[in-house]
């Protein structure tokens, strides 16, 4: 590995997030500005005034327009019905002028996510959620990986962390992160021997698994769950769950004291939370592409 990277107190590589995140905001300008400027349109709905999501919607829109892009921006109200909230959504699927659409979740309680997300088209979802999506993604066919996931993939990358032939520990088995973040461990290209760990995995036995993994990615949003004990010297620890304490955002992963133990490390927040943006808006150039509406070489 490159010793130009900026490392914690500890000596661990710091994967910085922010900054690989305006790398890819800055290559995809670059791209779309050397193939003419083409519009290439991100169209997000947001319902309700969730106050984070709002925040959410609004980092993405700005990333997306210092990227080249156009964003639209589709706002209901708390009360919309599925029905309005449907009629929205299959209204931008077929749309032409827009490439890509993410529907913000969670949805207002009253709300059904799975139609709503059954209505977008494989090569608009840029999210990479539908079910569609997740069959492109476990049978290797073109489509757009869930964007978390893919963050921590193109960090590993980054940080020049090999995959290929490593064991991996992924904790956590949710369809949002923990299930794709394993496959595209284990498919071609990422190589990996992969265990995914859950919530019906003992602590003991977690704890073990842990300390032979090379890398351990943590998405379950328990509070430090990931301490020293269990980071054997030298491994790569990527924290993808969130966790809010008072004023303040946590990972799952005691930061302070595994940093002094492991070889790399995200940190929270400012790690995967960035990328998710940029590997978003990556899918956006990508589904473009696939809709034939970006020149490709």
Do not use: W
């Not at 979802?125 to 539908?130: E, S």
């Not at 290929?164 to 992924?170: F, P, Q, S, T, W």
């Not at 949003?221 to 303040?248: F, Q």
Request: glycine share 10%; with cysteine.
């Amino acid at each position: 590995m490159s010793t130009e990277y900026k490392r914690t107190p500890g000596g661990a590589i710091l994967m910085d997030g922010n900054n690989l995140r305006d790398e890819t905001v800055a290559r995809l300008r670059k791209e779309i500005e050397a193939a003419g400027s083409p519009a290439v349109c991100l169209a997000t709905v947001l319902v309700g005034g969730d106050k984070p999501s709002h925040i959410y919607v609004a980092s993405k829109h700005k990333k997306a327009q210092e990227a080249g892009m156009i964003s639209v921006g589709v706002h209901l109200e708390d009360d919309a019905t599925q029905e309005q909230v449907e009629a929205e959504v299959r209204r931008l699927a077929a749309d032409p002028t827009v490439h890509g659409i993410l529907v913000q979740l969670p949805l207002p309680k009253h709300l059904d996510a799975e139609p709503v997300l059954a209505l977008l088209p494989p090569e608009k979802d840029v999210d990479g959620l539908t079910e569609r999506s997740m069959g492109r993604l476990m049978r290797g066919l073109p489509g757009h990986a869930p964007c978390t996931p893919l963050g921590v993939m193109r960090l590993l990358e980054r940080y020049e962390i090999p995959t290929k032939g490593k064991k991996v520990v992924v904790i956590g088995r949710s369809t949002l992160t923990g299930l794709p973040q394993t496959i595209l461990f284990i498919r071609k290209g990422g190589d990996a021997t992969t265990t995914c760990t859950h919530s019906h995995t003992s602590p003991e036995d977690l704890k073990a698994v842990c300390r032979e993994a090379d890398i351990i990615v943590s998405c379950v949003g328990i509070a430090r769950l990931i301490t020293a004990d269990h980071v054997k010297p030298g491994a790569t620890v990527v924290d993808v769950g969130v966790s809010r304490e008072e004023a303040k955002i946590v990972g799952d992963v005691d930061f302070d004291a595994v940093q002094a133990v492991a070889g790399a490390i995200t940190p929270m927040p400012g790690g995967t939370g960035p990328m998710t943006i940029g590997c978003l808006l990556e899918n956006t150039l990508s589904a473009a592409k696939m809709l034939g509406a970006f020149p490709t070489k």
